[in-house]
């Protein structure tokens, strides 16, 4: 499992750094923040949880039943929005109410 940060889209607030328990992510100096080594990723999502513009991809491996797909995650409100795209192009959205995800 591994993140990978679009740069393009990335706007340096650094709340990925802030949300990251590993320490693994950094603002350069462009401004924009990057993972160190991919290898060490932990695979929480805790930092495409936080991202407010989607700039953060999350690789949904073999070894965890993505086969290769990628995840992101949009803010709506109250809810997140789980967009995942798999190797064929195919596209899932799963919706999470965040006031209500940890209730179990």
Not at 11 to 16: A, D, L, M
Not at 46 to 74: H, N, Q, W, Y
Not at 90 to 101: L, P
Request: some cysteine.
């Amino acid at each position: 499992m591994s993140v990978a940060i679009d740069k393009a889209k990335c706007i340096g607030c650094g709340r990925c750094t802030e949300a990251c328990p590993g320490n693994l992510l950094w603002i350069g100096e462009d401004k924009k923040a990057y993972i160190k080594d991919v290898r060490d990723c932990w695979g929480c999502t805790s930092c495409i949880k936080e991202c407010p513009v989607s700039a953060i991809d999350f690789f949904l491996g073999a070894d965890i039943g993505g086969r290769g797909s990628v995840m992101t995650v949009e803010k709506d409100g109250q809810f997140n929005n789980w967009n995942i795209v798999k190797p064929d192009g195919e596209r899932k959205t799963i919706i999470v109410d965040r006031k209500s995800s940890n209730k179990y």
